[in-house]
């Protein structure tokens, strides 16, 4: 398994390009926009486009998702279905954030305790709500490795003050969800840098254990 980040949009979204080096089919994760960017790092690795992956309906993430699934005639699966309000007005959203945004429908709407395949790989469904109702994390067990999209940042948790967004749901989400996963999983955010929920743990400053302590994040 192997990934690389791409950021796109104004908002600079974490876009990654997950692939099996066995078979060198892969995966987009979050293809928000700039799709010309997205396209020369297929071509630059060499990777066969298999599928698109979405973590949650916001637009900086799955924006362009519909366009480039067409373009490339691959099918989008995710997020989980308690996001599809946020997609059906993906086409008012966009030019109120001045951004390229196009409502789509997902091949497949995922559930917790599912998998997804690229390639041989195999990716465990995390259902974590919270920022957005249907916002699901992609985890490779073996690679100790997961994308968690607004979930959880490095010092940081995701916004919930946005329509079905609940801070209580957030914290549980990573607490009972995320941090079982194990201290050594490295994680792709939606923005920012990479970091381990070991280290999110001892210093995160919302969700750290000594911060917990303390009780829920300031509402």
Known sequence: ?????????????????????KTMRGALVDPGGDLPK?????????VILEKILIT?????????????????????????????????Q???DGPRWNMEAHTFEPDRWLEHGDTV?????????????GHTPGHVVFHHAPSRFAMVGD???????????????????LVNSITQRL???????????GHGP????????????????????RGLPMS
Not at 38 to 46: M, P, R
Not at 59 to 82: F, N, R, S, T
Not at 151 to 169: A, K, S, T, Y
Not at 194 to 213: I, Q
């Open 117 to 129: 395949t690229v390639g041989d790989l195999e990716l465990d469904v995390v259902h974590c709500p």
């Open 1 to 21: 398994m192997r990934v690389g980040i791409i950021p796109v949009t104004p908002l600079q979204q974490n876009c990654s390009l997950v692939w099996c080096t």
């Open 179 to 189: 941090w079982p996963l194990g201290d050594d999983v490295t994680f792709v955010p």
């Open 38 to 46: 997205l396209k020369q790092a297929l071509e630059q690795t060499g």
């Open 90 to 92: 993906l086409d008012d």
């Open 151 to 169: 979930v959880l940042f490095q010092n940081g948790i995701g916004r919930w003050d946005f329509p079905r967004g609940n801070l209580e749901d």
């Open 56 to 88: 949650h309906g916001h637009l900086d993430h799955c924006g362009q998702a519909g366009v480039l699934a067409k373009e490339m005639g691959v099918p989008i699966e995710g997020p989980h279905e308690e996001d599809r309000f946020w997609i059906a």
């Open 194 to 213: 990479v970091s381990t929920f070991g280290d999110e743990r001892r210093t995160n400053p919302y969700v750290s254990d000594k911060a917990l302590e």
